[in-house]
């Protein structure tokens, strides 16, 4: 869930501008007792846009700070997804925060986005709060393994989201989520799904455990690898998965979308050594930078050795200021090596941003230097989506 952010055409309305200032006045600021004055403004302000709506202006401030003041906008983002996940109008003598516990999956049939039976949520309810929150939380979870595509679209519909499971959470009880109108979600052959949540404490208690003494990240994502990821391996049937540790919505979703990038690595070529019945060491990998106006990410080319063909590919996606700045294909290497590929080619040449236009799959990297769609040998017949979500 990365934070780069595409400029919109229009003037800005009086409640953007005000966002822009208040944000820029804290990135300005010089002392915490500054910042005090700065934020407590800026919480009153989105906590009212968030409340009648407003995405629209959100967007248009975040905007124009994302090309005028890098510093200002960091500050707004902040802010903004803060008080959409805390729900802050629920009620004063509660801390609340909603939560995601992502999970990587791989599969070359269908990766289920279904409705977690209520003894799955039990077990995910127990675990999460014996290894991941602190002894004083309050938790709702929502019965539903969510798929990229059926998130929360939009800071508004966030903090309402939230403040639903905020409330459930009070009332003791899980979330239902009507199925009905449950957005389909595209399939590949990598991708990430979802269990939401929300998390309420009286006002200052710790929310995760490792807050709490003798308590730490490590652990947490330790316990939840083995206890979690047993309670989510029924709800993915014929998938390899791997879970990330759960944490504020927002946070844990950039973690997720950080740690399937080098995951949609590993399971291409595991789903190649198992298709192709062939070792990784006899795949070739080509990777190449994709730009629009700017670099926007790397696509990898996956052929055999001593053939041209690209059989698979793999999107690596830039997620914010932090990889424009850094050698990308130096990590893209690191892992295809980790994997058993030691056959890599480079290409410098700045290729345009294209996908097929019959089917809307990402065009990849040839040895040749050619961007072409990824086919697989005729003999393998059809075959599951080529991509990462």
């Known amino acids: 869930m990365k934070r780069t952010r595409q400029k919109r055409r229009g003037g800005l309305g009086r409640d953007a501008e005000q966002l822009i200032w208040l944000a820029t006045g804290l990135a300005q600021s010089g002392s915490r007792a500054e910042d005090q004055h700065w934020e407590q403004q800026l919480v009153t302000a989105i906590d009212r846009l968030l409340e009648e709506g407003d995405e629209e202006t959100l967007n248009n401030a975040l905007d124009h700070l994302y090309s ?15 008080r959409a996940e805390s729900a802050g109008a629920v009620g004063l003598e509660h801390d609340v925060l909603l939560i995601a516990a992502p ?17 799955v949520l039990s077990n995910l ?7 991941v929150f602190g002894s004083k939380v309050k938790l709702a979870l929502a019965d539903f393994l969510f798929s990229p595509d059926q998130l929360p ?3 508004c519909a966030t903090a309402n989201f939230a403040a639903e499971l905020a409330r459930a959470a009070i009332a003791g009880h899980d979330f239902k989520i009507e199925t009905a109108d449950m957005p389909e979600t595209a399939q590949f052959l990598s991708d990430t799904r979802y269990v939401l949540g929300a998390i309420v404490v009286p006002r200052g208690e710790a929310l995760f455990g490792w807050q709490e003494p003798d308590r730490s990240r490590d652990d947490a994502l330790n316990q939840w690898r083995m206890q979690g990821g047993a309670c989510l391996a029924p709800l993915l049937p014929g998938c390899a998965m791997e879970v990330v540790l759960p944490d504020a919505y927002f946070a844990a979703s950039r973690l997720a979308d950080n740690h399937s990038r080098p995951y949609s690595i590993r399971a291409s070529v595991a789903f190649l050594g198992t298709e192709l019945e062939t070792p990784a060491s006899n795949l070739r990998a080509v990777i190449a930078p994709f730009h629009d106006r700017e670099l926007q990410e790397y696509r990898v080319g996956l052929t055999l050795r001593g053939t041209e063909q690209v059989v698979h590919g793999v999107v690596w996606p830039l997620l914010g200021a932090d990889d424009q700045s850094v050698e990308g294909t130096a990590e ?4 295809l090596r980790d994997c058993g590929v030691t056959d890599i080619v480079n290409l410098e040449h700045r290729f ?8 809307g799959a990402p065009l990849y990297p040839s040895p040749e230097g050619e961007i072409v769609h990824a086919e697989m040998p005729e003999e393998h017949g059809e075959q599951p989506p080529r991509h990462l979500h």
């Open 68 to 82: 005028a003041d890098t510093r200002g906008y960091d500050e707004l983002a902040d802010f903004v997804e803060s």
């Open 153 to 155: 679209q939009g800071y």
């Open 352 to 359: 345009p941003l294209e996908y097929c236009d019959d089917c």
């Open 103 to 119: 999970v990587l999956a791989w599969s070359r049939y269908r990766i289920p986005a279904n409705t977690i039976p209520a003894a």
């Open 125 to 131: 309810s127990v675990h999460l709060q014996a290894h």
């Open 332 to 335: 893209i290497e690191a892992v």
